[in-house]
């Protein structure tokens, strides 16, 4: 019994040495990842009234913005090129190149960081901005330029898409059927301009200038490691000839 013992505390060693550092630390706090990597912020996000706040300064500097604070009027002033965004303290309203926009709540201050509502990120600093939950437990924020699919668009086997696994030991892969459709409707045969009013900006994209290549999409996942499920839509002179779903 004693041998039983050890051994399954040696597994459970070797497991956790393994484990990627990805998942280190990952709990049901609020976690934000910027385009594909973790943003470490030393003020965490919060839900406050059904609205998730998130620390200003840190994101504004990771896309490239510059960031200055006025200690006499409360305001935090950010820009970047053609954008220019001034923002006050419990104030409710911000301007945007001198337009105002009103915010669900106003910003505040917490542990000395600004904190905003997560819609003012997409609106005014031009980025895509997800909010899921990852297995049902871990809040994510993802501010990307490109959009993620949802689980459903992913969920296979289904009457759509065919199993091939060439090799036993690999993970199988599911492509659409001949005259079959997405979930989104998408058919073999169309375009790339259709493909991406469907589904938005890819994840990567690798299409030449004859239309040739591949736009790859992603649900959610965890940086740095092999989580999320991934589309892959092949395209032969501008024309999707394949879409695949790896299973990883």
Known sequence: MRKHFVFVNVMIFALLTFISPAYAGMDNSVHIVVDTHFLNTDVKPRIENGRTLVPLRAIAEELDFKVHWETSTQTIHIWKDSVDISLG???????????????????????????????????????????????????????????????????????????????????????????????????????????????????????????????????????????????????TNGVLAEVAIPLM
């Open 89 to 235: 303290i419990d104030k409710k309203i911000a301007l945007i190149n001198s337009k105002k926009m009103e915010l669900d709540v106003p910003p505040k201050i917490i542990s000395g960081r600004t904190l905003v509502p997560l819609r003012f990120v997409s609106e005014a600093l031009g980025r895509n901005v997800h909010y899921t939950k990852l297995n049902n437990y871990t809040p994510m924020i993802y501010i990307t330029e490109y959009d993620l699919l949802d689980d459903e668009d992913v969920k296979v086997p289904n009457d759509n898409f065919i199993k091939k696994q060439s090799d036993p030991y690999e993970p199988p892969v599911y492509v659409l059927k001949q005259n079959s459709e997405t979930r989104r409707n998408i058919k073999l045969g169309d375009t790339v301009e259709n493909v991406q009013r469907q589904y938005g900006v890819p994840l990567r994209s690798s299409i030449d200038e004859n239309g040739n290549g591949n736009l790859i999409y992603t649900t959610a996942f965890i940086p740095e490691t092999d989580s999320g499920l991934r589309m892959v839509l092949k395209f």
